[in-house]
């Protein structure tokens, strides 16, 4: 009888990639825009994993819900300027790189499931020379954003692998809840944008402090 497919679903910003900072300054560009105060930098990245509009009202509650919207096609713009930039920096995290390689080579499907918008996720794998290594790719733009298990769902379906064959990788309590709905396991990381001990409150079957441990973590949960 031969193996039973096994897929590793990645978040992006805050687990592969350290984007903490550029969020920041784009989201407070956006802010100063539309002559709107800032929320300090904490709030934003509380934010961070839902899908931009969503974001945007998670870190700024008390505007209405239009101006929610002008806030993220502010903060799209200042993103697109701030990537114009010579400077510009949007390194992977230690150790992310040789993990993808190291999961592929043990033979697990590769995927994304990402806050990002599609375009977004599409610029992220170009930028880092990562074109046919995520089997399937899902964003916030294409339905129901995280929490909800929508993504998840889709790349099971589209991979044809069971839940039980399946792990999701996150730095944020809404892909630890996202994954646990759609019967997944999840795996935090210590490094993004939400504390450890809240992944670990929404369900995390693991935290991790780097990528060293990972392959054997993933293989224990989808053995």
């Known amino acids: 009888m031969s193996e039973p497919l096994r897929l590793v679903l990645w978040d992006v910003d805050g687990t592969l990639v350290d984007t903490q900072h550029i969020i920041v ?5 956006a802010c100063q825009s539309l002559s709107l105060t800032p929320p300090d930098a904490a709030t934003i990245r509380s934010g961070v994993g839902l899908s931009l509009v969503e974001s945007v009202a ?8 239009e101006t929610h919207v002008r ?3 502010a903060y799209k713009e200042a993103y697109l300027v701030l990537h114009a930039r010579p400077d510009f920096r949007e390194d992977l995290f230690p150790g992310a790189r040789q993990a993808l390689e190291d ?4 033979g697990y499907l590769l995927g994304i499931a990402t806050g990002k918008a599609r375009r977004g996720a599409d610029r992220f794998i170009a930028h880092h020379g990562f074109d046919g290594r995520f089997i399937t790719i899902h964003s916030a733009d294409e339905g129901p954003g ?10 099971l379906r589209e991979t044809g692998v069971d839940a039980a064959n399946a792990v999701m990788i996150g730095d944020t309590t809404f892909d630890i809840q996202m994954a646990r709905a759609a019967g997944m396991s999840a ?5 993004g944008n939400h504390d450890p001990a809240l992944l670990q409150q929404a369900g995390a079957h693991h935290v991790i402090d780097s990528f060293d441990p990972l392959l054997q973590i ?4 989808t053995a």
């Open 58 to 65: 998670h870190s700024l509650p008390d505007l209405s819900p």
């Open 187 to 191: 795996i935090g990381v210590s490094w």
């Open 71 to 73: 806030m993220a096609e």
């Open 218 to 221: 993933v293989d224990r949960l």
């Open 25 to 29: 300054e784009a989201f407070t560009m």
């Open 103 to 106: 999961l592929d080579a043990a």
């Open 146 to 155: 995280k929490p909800h298990p929508r993504m998840c769902l889709d790349a």
